[in-house]
């Protein structure tokens, strides 16, 4: 595992995964959430493993999606690549999944955050969707779950203008179970982890499977909408503007094109 680290038993039944590219802000590429995925199958098949929880460092939990390894790619390479069908895979996992989040959790981090089951928040947490600054738009849920999360109007706002929710805010709207100290934000997911561990693992599994239900009754259909309409924004020279702004660390002249 080159981008993230695994440890089994951080407590009895509770296994951490440490998302670790720090000098990137732990930029979600294609390898990263491939170890993501292949060690959740791992660790949901482990039998001394009840709980997960999945963080990153005190500055990011992740800064969204590497937009260095897509901003040049076509419409028909996103599609073709479907990167985005890895994380149909994570939120299969029967165990629950506790996002420790700290810094910033934006693009792709905030989604693999509510991809999660429960996020525990450090007071210095920024949530957001800011894909429309470089031209395209959330790709892997954030469309679908946070609107469902923190409702219709807040959702557009953040989505459409790509402005950023503190932790405070995200507990106001509900997006977060707990706001606390930036020392603590771990401690506190491993408290919630250790709670639900000692409790019978077949009746949480059935618990979580209940409630995911329905929470994701239409989320297929949502996600595959967003997911092409995502795709799609890589035929337009707007994503190719706003990325290539952002890799040359300069603002976007978006043209409608
Ligand atoms: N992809 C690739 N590299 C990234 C990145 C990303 N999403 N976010 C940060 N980085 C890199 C930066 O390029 C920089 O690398 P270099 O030192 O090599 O230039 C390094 O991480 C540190 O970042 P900054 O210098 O920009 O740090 P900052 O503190 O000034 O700003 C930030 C922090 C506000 C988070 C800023 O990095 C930023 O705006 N990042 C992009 C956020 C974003 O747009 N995310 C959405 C991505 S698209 C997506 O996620 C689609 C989807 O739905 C899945």
Not at 7 to 15: D, I, L, Q, S
Not at 125 to 139: D, H, L, V, W
Request: neutral net charge; aromatic residues 8%; proline residues 3%.
């Amino acid at each position: 595992m080159e981008f993230i680290k695994v440890t089994e038993n951080k407590e009895p039944y509770v296994a951490l995964i440490e998302l670790n590219r720090p000098k990137e802000l732990n930029a979600l590429n294609r390898q990263l959430m491939e170890e993501v995925r292949d060690a959740l199958q791992q660790l949901d098949k482990n039998d001394a493993v009840r709980v997960i929880i999945i963080t990153g460092n005190e500055q990011a939990f992740a800064a969204g999606a590497d937009i260095k390894q897509m901003a040049d790619k076509t419409a028909i390479d996103m599609l073709m690549i479907d990167q985005f069908s890895t994380w149909d895979q994570i939120r299969k996992t029967k165990k629950p999944i506790i996002a420790a989040v700290s810094g910033f959790a934006l693009g792709g981090g905030c989604e693999f955050a509510m991809t999660c089951d429960m996020i525990i928040a450090s007071e210095t947490a920024k949530f957001g969707q800011p894909e429309i600054k470089i031209g395209t738009i959330p790709g892997a849920g954030g469309t679908q779950r946070l609107t469902k999360a923190i409702g219709k109007a807040k959702a557009m706002e953040l989505i459409l203008t790509g402005r950023f929710l503190s932790a405070e805010e995200a507990h106001f709207y509900g997006l977060v179970n707990k706001v606390v100290p930036k020392e603590m934000y771990l401690y506190e997911a491993l408290q919630l982890a250790k709670e639900i561990a000692q409790l019978s693992p077949v009746a949480v599994q059935l618990a979580k499977e209940s409630i995911n239900r329905s929470f994701e009754t239409h989320l297929d259909e949502g996600l595959t909408l967003e997911r092409k309409n995502f795709y799609l924004t890589f035929a337009s020279e707007d994503q190719k503007e706003g990325m290539k702004a952002f890799v040359e660390k300069r603002n976007p002249d978006f043209k409608g094109k």
